[in-house]
Structure formats: structure tokens, C-alpha cells
């Protein structure tokens, strides 16, 4: 059964940082690319970043240079390090791949206050 475990999620103030954890489980997780979305209220939900099988990352244009996402294959798990936070970053952000469906974890709450 896959499972995808979020947590990290807080409330900040704005600059500061987190680290997000996502631990996966129920799949061959060396191979797979994992992503992260977020989803602010009112709004689409949105990726945030992607790391390949080899660690290879990919960025949102708003996240580039203080969002930093990595990968422990050895503990199934994918990892996103929040630094200068804004209020804007406030959203559930929630751990993902893909293969011909979309598995998602319950996601965690970022709160980023001014």
C-alpha cells in the first residue's frame, strides 16, 4: 500500500525557514521522482519543486534560491528546506509522484506571517 507522510508544517514568521519531510513507503522509491505542491486558499494547487531518481531538481521561479528540496533513498524519504519565508509561501503543501496516477499525502500546513 503507498503511503506519503508529510510533516514539518508550522507557523513562521516571515524570513524564516523550515524543513519539510515527506516519508514514503509501499513503492520503489530510489526510481521515482517525487514532487512538491502547494495549495494557497482560494487558489490552484501548484508545483513547488521536483527531484528526479538521480537528484536532479527542478524549481518554481518563486521558490527559486530559497526552497531547496533533496532525497534519502536510503529512508524512502524527500525532503524541502524553506529559507527567507514570506507570507505568500502560506499554503498546504503536500509530497507526490506520478506514475499513470497522482498519490498525494495529506499534506501540511504553512503558515507564514508578516
Known amino acids: 500500500q503507498v503511503q506519503l507522510v508529510e510533516s514539518g508544517g508550522d507557523l513562521v514568521q516571515a524570513g524564516g525557514s523550515l524543513r519539510l519531510s515527506c516519508a514514503a513507503s509501499g513503492f520503489i522509491f530510489s526510481s521515482i521522482a517525487m514532487n512538491w505542491y502547494r495549495q494557497a486558499p482560494g487558489k490552484q494547487r501548484e508545483l513547488v519543486a521536483t527531484?528526479?531518481?538521480?537528484?536532479?531538481?527542478f524549481y518554481t521561479d518563486s521558490v527559486k534560491g530559497r526552497f531547496t528540496i533533496s532525497r534519502d533513498n536510503a529512508k524512502n524519504t524527500v525532503y524541502l528546506q524553506m529559507n527567507s519565508l514570506k507570507p505568500e509561501d502560506t499554503a498546504v503543501y503536500y509530497c507526490?509522484?506520478?506514475?499513470?496516477?497522482?498519490?498525494w499525502g495529506q499534506g501540511t500546513q504553512v503558515t507564514v506571517s508578516s
Open positions: 527531484i528526479g531518481n538521480r537528484g536532479t531538481a
Open positions: 507526490n509522484f506520478k506514475t499513470w496516477i497522482d498519490y
